[in-house]
């Protein structure tokens, strides 16, 4: 099973453990639902992904259980010979010890692990390592977390791995949700970080309907299939581009929409300047 790389730089993830991670309904369409049992996705080690300064690694990321220490993406490899740890390579991931959401940093056995400010909640996060001229920064939800890492990277040499913690040793496998994995080859900056939670934290939903009576008395609102339970929204749009959709309702004379203004997080809000009829 292939996995598309949206980013047209040919980095399509494929199946590499003994199961297949299922679909389930993502902040973005489709995410990941991992088993923590045997699923994972590899990514081939290609030389622009052998990033060891001046880039960016985000998702979104909920955990079904506090037990275990779970990978949830990057090139992080373990490289134990007899007594001797040879870690190398970066990760994100689940710190079973302090229960918090991490990011690990290494460099042929010196290594340091970047915490999260609090414990994690099993609940829909945004997590992003940004290193940045040798310094590696964690990011929740769009915020920096106290904690940081001069600790230098070296390439571990191995695939970009999704839903396992070493690259190299079949153990620690992630059980839960992933969505919207992305690397970048710079260092975003701190807005453009929360600019990306934002945009799934905040959303704004439509809903549709024409009627042949200035009440419309019978008729629902509904959104791309004109049902209630679906919506027309800009989460739907793959494309750089603005959103645009087919209404496909009847020709009647009246019409009215139903805009719902959802959000994650009380500091930010979804708004709504204007809108236009043709």
């Known amino acids: 099973t292939l996995f598309a790389d949206g980013s047209g730089l040919d980095h399509s993830a494929v199946c590499a453990g003994s199961g297949c991670p299922v679909s389930a309904p993502g902040r973005f369409g489709a995410a990941l639902q991992m ?111 106290t904690d940081s890492a001069t600790t230098p990277i070296c390439d571990s040499g191995m695939d970009f791995m999704i839903g396992k913690y070493y690259s190299d040793i079949s153990e620690h496998y992630f059980q839960g949700l992933l969505d919207e994995i992305a690397v970048f080859q710079r260092p975003l900056s701190a807005s453009e970080i929360l600019d990306s939670y934002k945009r799934g934290a905040v959303r704004v939903l439509y809903q549709v309907r024409s009627c042949d009576d200035s009440g ?53 809000s979804p708004g709504l300047s204007s809108a236009y009829i043709n």
């Open 35 to 145: 088993d923590g049992v045997n699923d994972f996705l590899a990514v081939s080690k290609k030389p622009d992904l052998q990033m060891t300064d001046n880039f960016t690694a985000m998702g979104w990321v909920k955990r079904d259980k506090f037990s275990g220490w779970d990978g949830f993406f990057g090139k992080l490899k373990y490289a134990k010979k007899g007594a001797v740890l040879s870690m190398s390579g970066w990760n994100v991931n689940f710190d079973f010890p302090s229960k918090k959401i991490a990011a690990t940093v290494a460099c042929n056995g010196v290594y340091k692990i970047i915490y999260a400010n609090v414990k994690d909640d099993l609940l829909l996060h945004h997590v992003a390592l940004r290193v940045e001229n040798g310094k590696s920064s964690l990011f929740i939800d769009g915020i920096e977390q």
């Open 216 to 268: 419309c008395s019978g008729e629902s609102f509904g959104g791309s299939d004109q049902v209630s339970s679906s919506y027309f929204s800009e989460l739907q749009n793959a494309t750089e581009g603005i959103s645009s959709f087919s209404l496909n309702v009847p020709a009647n004379r009246y019409f009215q929409y139903l805009v719902r203004f959802i959000m994650d997080n009380s500091l930010y």
